[in-house]
């Protein structure tokens, strides 16, 4: 719940805030542009471009982070995965365009931010575990928990039986959790009742 929130709140400062004000302030600048003297060549020239460049930064970084897993796992992995997502992509589209169901958008927003924390620990238990290999980091191994500890955790979600790994995981889920409930007790500061 805590990621939910702080997710939603960056999401919607950074994202919808920024990168699409700015497209929607470049698109009225063109549509009142046409009602001058713009021709309408150039005004469907000049939204093509706008809505290529947004369509390209998304695409960019969909391309980048599915070679990475292609070079990792192979087409085959890849592959399966993008046709899983468009298949679920549809399913949320046609519930939502076609059928016009109001979907829970609050609870698929809790279960994203979920995820993300997920990834978050992950990713930052095998970067450790890297840094490890390349010999930046010291490895401290705690002997106690490898017996206990099973293979598939270290290749599903990057818990090594180390001292340095689990210490970055859990630094890394209390600068989350611990920014969300600082951003509750400053709201709650900001919003006091005027009596």
């Known amino acids: ?10 999401f919607h400062k950074v994202y919808w805030g920024g990168w699409i004000r700015l497209h929607n ?21 000049g939204l093509g471009l706008l809505g290529f ?32 997502g468009l298949i679920l992509t549809a399913i949320v589209a046609i519930l939502s365009f076609i059928a016009h169901r109001r979907l829970p958008y609050r609870q698929m927003l809790i279960a994203t931010g979920i995820l993300l924390g997920v990834v978050l620990l992950v990713m930052v238990g095998e970067q450790a575990q890297e840094m490890q290999q390349a010999g930046w980091i010291h490895t401290t191994n705690i002997a106690w928990l490898t017996p206990h500890l099973p293979d598939w ?43």
């Open 53 to 84: 460049s947004s369509l390209y930064r998304e695409g960019f970084e969909v391309v980048l982070f599915l070679q990475t897993y292609y070079l990792q796992l192979g087409g085959y992995i890849v592959l399966t995965g993008a046709v899983l």
């Open 1 to 10: 719940m805590a990621i939910n929130h702080v997710m939603n709140w960056f």
């Open 153 to 195: 955790m270290g290749v599903w979600f990057s818990v090594f039986p180390t001292v340095e790994t689990l210490l970055a995981q859990l630094i890394a889920a209390v600068v989350v959790v611990g920014s969300y409930f600082l951003y509750r007790h400053i709201s709650h500061e900001t919003m006091e009742p005027i009596n």
């Open 25 to 45: 302030r470049r698109k009225n600048e063109l549509w009142g542009q046409s009602a001058s003297s713009t021709t309408s060549t150039r005004l469907l020239w």
